[in-house]
């Protein structure tokens, strides 16, 4: 079962950014890995998520919900699952001022 207790409560506004998303209109496949993707082609489909994000109004707010809700998989906010968990270890290692 997924875990839910770390997405934003069910609220217009906590969700109204992805209205805006470039990827909005997109097929998932070509943000979410499929099975058995691996090296090049993996390599490839990832950067052309990315290229979608870095042109898209809403990364700032899509990277932010994937670092909160700790999404798993795909690209969110122009980062892939490596480097989402990077973000994520080193916030849980870094003491609150």
């Known amino acids: 079962m997924a875990e839910t207790s770390r997405l934003p409560t069910p609220v217009a506004e906590s969700w109204d950014w992805q209205r805006f998303g470039a990827c909005r209109d997109m097929a998932s496949e070509a ?3 499929p099975e058995h993707e691996r090296g090049r082609v993996r390599r490839r489909r990832i950067e052309r998520a990315k290229a979608v994000c870095r042109s898209c109004p809403v990364l700032l707010d899509c990277r932010r919900y994937a670092l909160r809700a700790e999404e798993q998989y795909g690209v969110w ?8 968990n990077r973000l994520i270890a080193t916030r849980r290692q870094t003491p609150a001022a």
């Not at 906010?77 to 989402?84: F, K, S």
């Open 31 to 33: 943000f979410f890995s």
């Open 77 to 84: 906010g122009g980062l892939d699952e490596g480097e989402r």
